[in-house]
Nanobody, 120 residues
Framework: QVRLVETGGGLVRPGGSLRLSCIVS????????MGWYRQAPGKQYELVAT???????NYADSVKCRFTIFRDNARDTVDLQMLSLEPQDSAIYYC??????????????WGQGTQVTVAA
């Protein structure tokens, strides 16, 4: 069984910063892609940032130059450093990991989500 647990959400004022963390645990062989997604009320899921096993990262245009995704392959963690937060960044943020559960068999696993609220 694979489990993802996110931490670090909360309430922050516009212009502030937060760092989200996600740790992957359980029985697996490796992790391929990892990423952060978000869903605001009434809106669809949105890709925020992804990073592969060799640390190549991609970002949504709306967060480029403000958010940075980090990955620690030794600890099976992925973090999202968020700077210059704006009210439109408010959402539930979800961590995703593409996990190799058996040889060459990969599955997507998701965390339970952590709320980020940006308000004065």
């Amino acid at each position: 069984q694979v489990r993802l647990v996110e931490t670090g959400g909360g309430l922050v004022r516009p212009g502030g910063s937060l760092r989200l963390s996600c740790i992957v645990s359980g029985n697996f062989l490796s992790i391929r892609d990892m990423g952060w997604y978000r869903q605001a009320p009434g809106k669809q899921y949105e890709l925020v940032a992804t990073i592969n096993e060799v640390h190549n990262a991609n970002y949504a245009d709306s967060v480029k130059c403000r958010f940075t995704i980090f990955r620690d392959n030794a600890r099976d963690t992925v973090d999202l450093q968020m700077l210059s937060l704006e009210p439109q960044d408010s959402a539930i943020y979800y961590c995703r990991a593409e996990v190799e559960v058996t040889a060459s068999v990969f599955q997507d696993h998701w965390g339970q989500g952590t709320q980020v609220t940006v308000a004065a």
